[in-house]
């Protein structure tokens, strides 16, 4: 069984795609926990403390802002340390490769799921397995 890789060529476009992701990842989670900070120092700037007195009145819709920005970044964390794993894989040159069968995963896949390291014939199996 020989396994197959994508060139190098395409893993650098990868490698590009990956590090946009994450550089915008980066940049939205950094936006929400600025949002979250402000509204734990409400003595902060005036501008935002007079913001934040508005917001008192509703401060259940507040802090279920609050749980979905959570949520939102526990996701956005998981979604970052899956474009880390899959930059490693780049450096190693694993992938895009299926670890089971050896064959390339599709180029759309690998986007969509950029730490994938089945492909999508094999997760199958493995889940039927697994059950
Ligand atoms: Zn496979």
Request: charged letters at 30%; aromatic letters at 6%.
């Amino acid at each position: 069984m020989t396994k197959k890789q994508y060139s190098e060529k395409k893993l650098e476009k990868f490698r590009e795609v990956i590090i946009t992701k994450m550089n915008s990842v980066a940049t939205e989670v950094g936006s929400i926990q600025d949002g979250i900070n402000t509204s734990k120092n409400p003595n902060g700037a005036l501008s935002q403390d007079s913001i934040y007195s508005v917001h008192m009145a509703d401060a259940g819709t507040d802090s279920h802002e609050r749980e979905k920005s959570f949520l939102f970044m526990t996701r956005e964390d998981k979604y970052y340390r899956n474009l880390t794993v899959a930059l490693e894989r780049i450096e190693s040159k694993e992938f895009g490769t299926c670890v089971i069968c050896g064959e390339l995963i599709p180029e759309e896949r690998m986007l969509e799921v950029p730490n994938a390291n089945k492909c999508v014939a094999c997760k199958t199996k493995d889940k039927l397995n697994s059950v």
